[in-house]
């Protein structure tokens, strides 16, 4: 495998390009599809095949600012993405992201910034996979109990946004693509709450930015995603700056990944169009347990074990977005042969004397 194998300079080692494809892929896909950058995955993969971690977290970010681009293109063409939105959020993210990194230097001097970082880590990702579970099983017991009523209500899941928007503190602003109404202290506030956990536990902070957009904002789940991916944009294009004037960024890595993620991304985006939203919720769920589990594994430094579980669950996730797509494509087209064969049948009738 010799032949697959490139001098990465700044990291100063040889490095399989297939693997940094099968890395770039898996999570172009997911990144797509949940509306997040992937650091959950590529962070632990590169580590554990080799990379220092300051090497690897460098790398992550320059890779996900130019996968995140392509994602968000995507998303805007099927207009899932709500730009005023996302720069109101960013607003409050910059905030919070200089916030949650003089927390993280306050635990460094502690000496206890390596163990609070990665239980934090665990209770939010535990938190989040639970509230959107919740809200799946809710949903689905309510539309089971509500099948075929007509006067029922259309979801029976969490609406937390609903009374956040009852706040009419101005100034009142109208975002068209996500088709609320609020103040915007509210996407302001909660931009800056996620930049907090995301610089705290060193992520893009997507796996909270989504569900706080759906929960907290009440963007319908596919312009969620969408926005969230123009918020990751921007966040992993300043980390990876950040990184690449300390030389913790490999330029080169991150350019094959992005091979890989420019196809992936494209799947993911896709797939969206052919699955409901709250079949997303639910696979977006699994995914951030999964997440729990390797940092808990982590914690308990069993460091292969955790980045073994989450390269496998990766490409697991990969594999059952793509059947999704594949599945909707396949009844789209028999969709479309049917309607045209009625077409066919009643221009025939017409034409009968």
Known sequence: ?????????????????????????????????????????????LNIFGFPM???????????????IVSTIRHGRFGNVDVKLGVSMILGTTLGMELGARLVMLLERMGVAGPVIRKIYIVFLGAIGTLVLYDYIKHTLAQRRHAGDAAAPKSGGINIAARLHRIRIPPMIHFEVAGITCSLWLPMIVGCFTGIVASVLGVGGGFIRMPALVYLIGCPTAVAVGTDLFEVMVTGAYGAFTYGVEGRGEIIAAMWMRGGAAIGAQIGTVAVKYVRGYSIRLLFSATIYLAC?????????????????????????????VMWLVRGMAREIAQRREARGLNTAASSRRGEP
């Open 1 to 45: 495998m010799d032949l697959f194998n490139v001098y990465l300079p700044i990291a100063g080692l040889h490095f399989n390009v297939l693997i940094l494809l099968l890395i770039g892929f898996t999570v172009g896909v997911c990144g797509g599809f949940f509306g997040i950058g992937g650091a959950w995955i590529v962070t632990p993969a």
């Open 54 to 68: 300051p090497y690897a977290i460098g790398t992550d970010l320059a890779h996900i600012g130019g996968k995140s």
């Open 293 to 321: 589990i390797s940092v808990l594994l982590k914690q308990l430094k069993l460091d292969r074990a955790a980045a073994v579980l989450i390269m496998i669950a990766a490409v697991a996730i990969t594999g059952v977005i």
